[in-house]
């Protein structure tokens, strides 16, 4: 049993997984192979989860690395980035490229309570099959909300991460129905830091050594420009880009050829910086 199962309990744990599938149903079920340019696997998770994964190999003679994509909340899981072409950019810029369904979506089976912990069980599936390359993350809406909290467990294994459309607080996404009750009251109790339901700032004041960039929209309501501001103040060194009239997810949909400019430059630096660290 993890530190994080013993400090949760068995009847929050319990209580945990049957919110995952009691109140995400919404987006659980829809299930789609992998593209027939990505090779499928499936991972084992600590907790049991069985998670879907896809990776694809840049044709690059020299692979500089490998971007691992965190899906937003959508019942699409990984098939977000194919759909939307965003994994032939990092393809042709010379990385490998790995998505997957979190725990619940797709075809992945819910074994724990904690999305972080499906993060952390990919990237060490990641780190195994290339060792000696740099890994970054980017994780769009909810993916880069459970990344943040992965960063806190363990960022060890990464080079630089970027948040994309990520709101600071689970309060300010789930704003109608019974999830936005339910929201509240699990981000304000004792199962909030176990189960990833706090603000993500109580997870990245505490991650020194990364480089960590935050993309928001102008105009996404779900970040409203005085959370970015307590953001900044609370992580001194987030590198954060602000993208004119984008709602939410809009960033790489109408500013596409700036939003990859943002990502490469910043992986380059990212990687240039822990090249000069001695190991």
């Known amino acids: ?30 299930k789609r192979n992998v593209p027939n340019r990505a090779a499928g696997f499936v991972e084992i998770a600590r907790d049991g989860s069985r998670l879907e994964g896809a990776s ?13 994509l965190c899906h937003p909340f959508l019942k699409y899981g990984m098939h977000y980035f194919f759909e939307n072409n965003l994994d032939q950019a990092f393809l042709e810029q010379g990385y490998h490229v790995v ?4 725990k619940g979506f797709g075809r992945s089976t819910i074994g724990g309570h904690a999305f972080a912990d499906d993060v952390l069980a990919i990237a060490r599936r990641v780190s195994r099959d290339n060792p000696g390359l740099p890994i970054h993350l980017v994780g769009c809406s909810f993916g880069g909300y459970h990344l943040s909290h992965a960063l806190a467990r363990d960022a060890t294994p990464f080079t630089s991460a970027v948040l994309d459309s990520v709101p600071i607080s689970v309060r300010s996404y789930f704003t109608r129905g019974p999830l936005r009750l339910a929201m509240r009251w699990i981000s304000g109790s004792r199962l909030a830091v176990p189960t990833g339901t706090c603000a993500i700032d109580h997870s990245l004041r505490g991650v020194r050594h990364l480089p960590i960039a935050y993309f928001y929209g102008r105009n996404d309501h779900f970040i409203p420009d005085a959370s970015v501001t307590g953001l900044s103040q609370e992580c001194e060194a987030l590198h954060v880009v ?4 984008c709602r939410h997810l809009e960033n790489h949909k109408k500013h596409r050829d700036r939003y990859f400019e943002e990502i490469f ?13 001695p190991a």
């Open 1 to 30: 049993m993890s530190k994080n199962e013993q400090s949760t309990g068995w009847l929050g744990i319990a209580i945990s997984k049957l919110f995952i599938r009691v109140m995400f149903r919404q987006v659980q079920g829809w």
């Open 56 to 68: 694809l190999r840049t044709s690059a003679m020299r692979p500089r690395g490998v971007v691992l």
């Open 99 to 102: 998505a997957f369904n979190f």
């Open 242 to 245: 602000g993208f004119e009239g």
């Open 265 to 277: 430059d910043f992986f380059a630096r990212a990687e240039a910086r822990k090249t000069a660290v």
